[in-house]
């Protein structure tokens, strides 16, 4: 019955295998997911009390930028891995700095020799006492390694909502830069109709209508190229956002602007995810080398026993402990030391890189922004100005085909350039932001002991 009642509180075995049957009722989840679903829809009113998300959660004009972070956080797949994790170290941590198990001892001799009673029966119960107090620095070890997952889940989401907004601030260029080339194109269109028909009519030369034919089917092959990389930047946001190739979506094609943080270079040690990844791991090595440090220490074992030899009945009693004058555990505190050097080490590197890369988000920053007022005070407005003059002097009957493509082209690339360059400094802004973090909120700990 003794040994039913130990067997009674162990735990079974549940096999999960990833077997036909899994992957298809995965991918049955996951063409099911859906970024207006009541579950997303609360899920961005939880983001909305922490101040993660600002505005209102509503698909029914297009998916928005905002909008389309909450789906990220979401659904997306490595998000969910690690956030598993972090389940995985919380799970342990709730468990950790726990005794040891009594240990039963049962032992039986039989005397050889000529005597009434052969048999030597004996056995005792060992307790261990943790007077080195090492059970309480796994524990607090263990709650160490679990705010460390925590801290690298609040990593992962920042570095998939940075990578959600270059991908979008490209998708939405790309959405404009097809819509300048479309219309681009109904210009040069009517420009065709035109000169054909002058040539028709020996009034222009065939030539110049030919030049102007050749840049519209070049345009529309440039249109259908830009439309196969809008489609490629439409699915992966669709993979960031954890949606299925097939799922509907439809973005709202504006650049987005990012507000810049004020003192970047102050708030880096706050708010950059790596740093603070990097100082969770220094202080589980700092736990580790606690750790390694208290097993040096002694923990009692008592025990205490029955024993029958030759009919008589004894009871034992006993305590042993090792005696910490050779080992001293010195190979595992030395480990653990030079482990704590290594990770401070590996945070100061980590901060210097962090800096390096903000210095360098900064400068591509300015730069871009430079360029895109150069080329929305000088660029854009000539060329207005020259496509404007040369359509008045085309309604005066001064038609030139040339000047006229000259003109309407060179207008679109400055409309582009300006669009590339705005561009730019979104994908800047983007970049300062990825490297300053997120507004820091430590994430909760779950350490209800």
């Given amino acids: 019955m003794f040994c039913l009642a130990l067997v009674a509180g162990c735990q079974g075995y549940d096999p999960q295998p990833l077997d036909d049957a899994a992957h298809t009722e995965h991918a049955a989840q996951w063409r099911a997911r859906s970024p207006d679903s009541a579950a997303v829809a609360d899920y961005a009113r939880e983001l909305a009390a922490t ?39 919380l799970a342990g ?3 950790a700095g726990r005794w040891e198990d009594p240990e039963l001892e049962i032992n039986a001799a039989y005397i050889l020799g000529n005597v009434d009673k052969p048999w030597v029966l004996g056995g005792m119960l ?4 943790p007077l080195s107090g090492r059970h309480g620095v796994e524990e607090d070890k263990a709650w160490a390694e679990h705010r460390l997952t925590l801290t690298r889940v609040v990593q992962a989401e920042w570095e998939t909502l940075s990578q959600l907004r270059r991908h979008w601030v490209e998708a939405a260029a790309l959405a404009e830069e097809l819509r300048l080339t479309r219309q681009l194109i109904a210009s040069l269109e009517a420009l065709s109709r035109r000169a054909e028909a002058l040539a028709q009519a020996g009034a222009l030369a065939r030539l110049d209508a030919r030049l102007v034919a050749l840049e519209l089917a070049q345009r529309r092959l440039e249109e259908l190229v830009v439309s196969g990389q809008l489609d490629d930047a439409h699915a992966r946001l669709r993979e960031d956002m954890g949606l299925h190739p097939d799922a509907p979506f439809s973005p709202r094609p504006q650049l987005p602007k990012f507000a810049r943080p004020d003192g970047a270079a102050t708030q880096l040690d706050r708010r950059n995810p790596a740093l603070r990844v990097a100082r969770a791991e220094y202080e589980v090595s700092q736990q580790a080398l606690r750790l390694e440090i208290r097993k040096q220490y002694p923990d009692i074992v008592i025990g205490g026993g029955y024993e029958n030899e030759d009919g008589q009945s004894r ?30 080490d590996a945070y100061f590197a980590r901060r210097e890189a962090a ?61 582009l350039a300006l669009l590339r360059a705005e561009a730019g400094m979104r994908l800047a802004d983007t970049a300062v932001l990825a490297a300053v973090g997120p507004d820091w909120r430590d994430a909760p700990k779950e350490d209800q002991r």
């Fill in 126 to 129: 060992k307790f261990t006492l």
């Fill in 93 to 95: 941590a709730q468990q």
């Fill in 315 to 344: 009871i034992a009693l006993g305590l042993g402990f090792p005696l910490p004058i050779i080992n001293l555990n010195r190979e595992g505190i030395a480990r653990a030391r030079a482990a704590r050097a290594a990770s401070r």
């Fill in 51 to 89: 101040g993660a998300f600002t505005g209102k959660f509503d698909l029914a004009d297009g998916i928005q930028l905002p909008e389309a972070e909450v789906i990220a956080l979401f659904f997306n797949p490595g998000l969910r891995a690690v956030r598993a994790e972090a389940a995985v170290a």
């Fill in 355 to 415: 800096t390096h890369e903000l210095a360098r988000a900064l400068a591509a920053s300015a730069r871009a922004a430079q360029q895109a007022d150069l080329v929305n005070r000088a660029i854009v407005p000539l060329a207005d100005a020259n496509a404007a003059e040369a359509a008045r002097l085309a309604e005066l009957g001064e038609f030139d085909a040339l000047r006229q493509l000259e003109a309407i082209t060179r207008q679109h690339e400055a409309r």
